[in-house]
């Protein structure tokens, strides 16, 4: 049941961040081709920017559980599979760590810019600073199942957490697949020419 819900947390994320850009990219092409025929949308800018704050933080969090956030594992990687798995929960840990100061910091900030108005919409700004907090929280929670993860398959030499689907949807979308798609391409590629 738990999963269940979590797979559609981590759909309806998505489609948030989907519908988001989409309709940046949507709404910035209509805005450019309004403005040749002087007709632009007054409001296209403010709700581009709304969209985007929550499009760009939501989507890090996005990126996080895919563990495809930016990191750095050159000298990680040339240690033992234990030490590894050490390290990537001691990095969550630091996460999760700054993420909290990140979220009392954010809701101070949107709290001082509830009262500040959008240019041309009619709601608050405090709905884009907002964006902050509410990903930091997304990302201690997606932080927190990943440390479980790797602390729970910690014996496992085998398991590596950045190949790992959380949200158990399908190997296509962790990153393994796509190598042994690349490996299988080289190799039927290898093939054809022994064969040529």
């Not at 939501?58 to 390290?87: C, E, H, N, T």
């Not at 907002?130 to 398991?159: E, G, Q, R």
């Not at 590629?189 to 022994?194: G, I, P, Y």
Request: with cysteine.
């Amino acid at each position: 049941m738990l999963q269940k819900v979590y797979r559609i947390y981590c759909r309806l994320e998505e489609l948030i961040v989907g519908a988001c850009f989409t309709t940046i990219v949507g709404l910035t092409f209509l805005n450019a081709v309004l403005r040749v025929f002087r007709r632009p949308i007054i409001t296209a800018d403010d709700i581009c920017l709304l969209l985007f704050s929550w499009a760009a933080l939501l989507g890090a969090d996005v990126a996080l559980r895919y563990s495809r956030l930016v990191g750095m594992d050159i000298l990680v990687s040339k240690f033992p599979a234990r030490w590894q798995k050490f390290f990537q929960v001691l990095v969550y840990m630091i996460m999760v760590g700054a993420m909290l100061l990140f979220l009392r910091s954010g809701f101070l900030l949107a709290n001082r810019n509830w009262k500040r108005a959008f240019n041309s919409l009619p709601i608050s700004y405090g709905w884009v600073t907002l964006s902050f907090p509410v990903s930091c929280c997304l990302m201690i929670f997606t932080a927190i199942l990943k440390i479980i993860k790797v602390v729970t398959h910690f014996k496992d030499d085998s398991y590596n957490v950045k190949k790992d689907n959380p949200d158990i949807i399908g190997e296509e979308f962790a990153g393994a697949a796509l190598d042994l798609a690349m490996e299988g391409l080289e190799g039927e590629k290898t093939m054809d020419a022994e064969k040529s």
